[in-house]
């Protein structure tokens, strides 16, 4: 009822409008080219997905005709998004091809639940959205203010075809309860990452980034790259959580995950990310023993509460000496604790959500409880030869919140006990200037994939073989054993999509080599490219993203802002900018972008243009905040191409007088 009303406050301010969609043009395809249909009849569409709190296109698909209060029923919503997918495969219409982004692959299987971040705030702002870009043109930007579409705007073929914000709050008002209110009005709403960008592509890109986590996670703890029979046991197996039982199977371990919503479990299981499913405590110890002493790969679901495992792991230590877990993390939604994203050990799920509903004080109390005690169990495995990160879900920070005993003496605001995956790990690979690069390919056929999983892997190779340095080369061999083992795993899920995590050169080199393939017709029609938020220069947030910049500087958000505004005027397709995302509302300000290749001069151009800043833009702020390898990747830059001209930190006689003096 409280989603009901959410709804009705945003859609009663849409009730008066009489949407019509203008005529269609006639969809042309690009030169010597036809336009690919799928055995379905239907062509796939543009990356993106679509969901929000209180409406979701997702389950109204097969629904019934009217509903959304526009004349047409399900079939002609197909119909309407073919003929706009199709409009994006003229030769004059490039720039279209960002905005439908939107309509993405409106399926079920891509579509996570309503309590997940969103992207519209009602059925309406959708076909409203859809009626501007039907009738858009290649002088006209999109403005979208937190879902709602402020109209077409004049502007020049070059700018962005689409802007969107969202959450963009006056900070003294960015808090849960000021966001709770501003959701009810339907005047903001919360974005997540690419979710509220249209750049949404499933969870392959959670499963590449926990790949990379886990291995440089054993490199780093463990000292080897062989992950056989060693145990990673961590939570959550959600639209993104659920990543990690891929990720374990792909690196080699064996891979422990609990989670309280069986659907959820069961949902992985027959998706076969999850390889098998534990009931109880008993057949979970017992398997996982039983793998670790064959050192096989296994990612093995655990249902039940991650807090009852890992105590139970302690038990098993106390009463046998036996310490059964070598790494450990946790992906519950502890942005949102409160409100469902973390389930307190002392209840069933379903008891669970009857005391959120009825008494959210108790539940939020027996939360906060639940958590000490998995630091308190946490604690005791560290003694020994365990390693513990936090995976950016701000779970350290609600821990402490909540109590636990998580404080590092002597420690930063943003360091506990317990680093950060992005403090030990993700933070040196964003320093080199590497991250989730990502791209679709718009024909919807997985052919066109394979081509460009082909070409990104050549020019990889290319790269390693004219000479890198030692750290380079190896995410660069990182990476191409990925899109291979990615390609094996069918780790597509809605559009052709692939992730790959890059750095400036290696993004451009492959932007440049789809071009040219789209121009030879090797692809067959435009190719996106995007990237996840969580990147090297698009998000600032002290407690992930930038948890590892210790200049002072962790809580300013200048370098996304200011990414942001640079991707625009440099030739993005469209650009959006966020408050909130993984950690959660207040706690972070990201942004993100969609550019099209489309074989021309022009699209190289802006490629080479946009994605340059796109990556040197961070990598000279960690440089600046004092951080070696980004120094020398900024320099190595700067040598090479003579229009950028970074400003350099120098070296102090004594680096720590600044720590001394933030700390008192």
């Known amino acids: 009822m409280e989603e009901m009303g959410r709804c009705s406050a945003t859609g009663l301010r849409y009730a008066g409008l009489a949407l019509t969609p203008r005529p269609f043009p006639q969809p042309r395809p690009l030169p010597g080219r036809s336009l690919q249909t799928h055995s379905s009849g239907l062509r796939s569409l543009p990356p993106g997905c679509l969901r929000c709190h209180h409406w979701s296109l997702f389950g109204d698909v097969e629904g019934p005709a009217g509903r959304s209060g526009i004349t047409g029923g399900p079939r002609s919503r197909w119909s309407a998004m073919e003929t706009w997918r199709d409009r994006g495969t003229r030769g004059d219409s490039q720039g279209l091809w960002g905005p439908l982004g939107l309509v993405g692959d409106l399926r079920p299987v891509v579509g996570p639940p309503l309590t997940e971040p969103s992207v519209l705030c009602s059925p309406l702002q959708f076909w409203l959205t859809m009626s501007y870009l039907s009738q858009m043109t290649e002088e006209q930007t999109l403005v979208m203010y937190s879902g709602h579409p402020l109209g077409l705007f004049p502007s020049s073929p070059g700018a962005p075809r689409l802007v969107i914000t969202n959450g963009m709050v006056i900070p003294n008002y960015s808090s849960r309860t000021e966001y709770d209110k501003l959701f009810a009005m339907g005047v903001t709403m919360y974005g997540q990452m690419t979710a509220g960008s249209y750049c949404y592509i499933g969870p392959q890109g959670i499963v590449h980034g926990t790949v990379l986590t886990v291995l440089n996670a054993g490199r780093r703890y463990l000292g080897t790259e062989d992950l056989a029979g060693k145990v990673f046991v961590t939570s959550g197996l959600g639209g993104m959580s659920g990543a990690q039982a891929k990720a374990a199977v792909i690196v080699g371990c064996i891979g422990v995950i609990a989670e309280v919503d069986r659907a959820a479990l069961m949902k992985r299981h027959k998706q076969g990310w999850l390889m098998e499913v534990a009931d109880s405590l008993d057949h979970c110890i017992r398997r996982l023993r039983e793998a670790r002493r064959r050192k096989e790969v296994l990612s093995l679901g655990y249902h039940g509460n991650v807090v009852d495992l890992w105590e139970r792991l302690v038990h098993e230590l106390d009463t046998t000496g036996e310490l059964l877990v070598d790494l450990g993390s946790d992906q519950t939604s502890c942005h949102n604790p409160f409100n469902g994203g973390y389930y307190p050990v002392?209840?069933?799920?379903?008891?669970?959500?009857?005391?959120?509903?009825?008494?959210?004080?108790?539940?939020?109390?027996?939360?906060?409880?639940?958590?000490?005690?998995?630091?308190?169990?946490?604690?005791?495995?560290?003694?020994?030869?365990?390693?513990?990160?936090?995976?950016?879900?701000?779970?350290?920070?609600?821990a402490q919140r909540a109590g636990a005993d998580v404080e590092k003496k002597g420690a930063r605001k943003t360091e506990f006990r317990y680093p950060s995956y992005v403090q030990h790990i993700m933070g040196d690979i964003f320093s080199q200037g590497f991250g989730p690069f990502r791209w679709v390919c718009t024909s919807g056929d997985p052919q066109d994939l394979a081509v460009t999983d082909q070409l990104a892997v050549s020019v990889l190779e290319a790269a390693i073989a004219g000479g890198v340095n030692p750290a380079v080369r190896l995410q660069y061999v990182d990476n191409i054993r990925w899109i291979r083992e990615a390609a094996r795993h069918q780790l597509v899920v809605g559009s052709q999509a692939r992730i790959l995590y890059s750095d400036q050169k290696g993004r451009v080199a492959i932007a440049v080599a789809f071009n040219q393939g789209i121009a030879s017709g090797k692809i067959k029609a435009p190719v996106v490219l995007s990237r996840d938020h969580h990147d090297v220069s698009g998000t600032d947030s002290p407690f992930r993203e930038t948890s590892n910049i210790y200049d002072g500087s962790a809580f300013c958000a200048d370098m996304a802002v200011q990414n942001f505004v640079g991707d625009a005027f440099r030739g993005a397709t469209w650009v959006a900018l966020h408050n909130g995302g993984g950690v959660g509302w207040g706690e972070a300000i990201n942004g993100g972008f969609g550019l099209v290749l489309d074989g021309t001069q022009e699209a190289e151009q802006k490629a080479k243009m946009m994605l340059t800043w796109d990556v040197s833009n961070g990598v000279a702020r960690r440089c600046w905040s004092g951080n070696q390898k980004a120094y020398e990747i900024i320099c190595q830059t700067m040598q090479e191409n003579n229009g950028l001209v970074v400003t350099l930190p120098h070296e102090v006689a004594d680096e720590h007088v600044l720590q001394q003096a933030l700390q008192s």
């Open 346 to 398: 002392q209840l069933g799920f379903t008891e669970a959500q009857s005391l959120l509903a009825s008494n959210p004080a108790a539940f939020k109390a027996l939360v906060q409880e639940s958590l000490r005690r998995q630091v308190s169990a946490i604690n005791r495995l560290a003694k020994e030869n365990f390693f513990f990160w936090d995976y950016g879900n701000a779970f350290l920070l609600e």
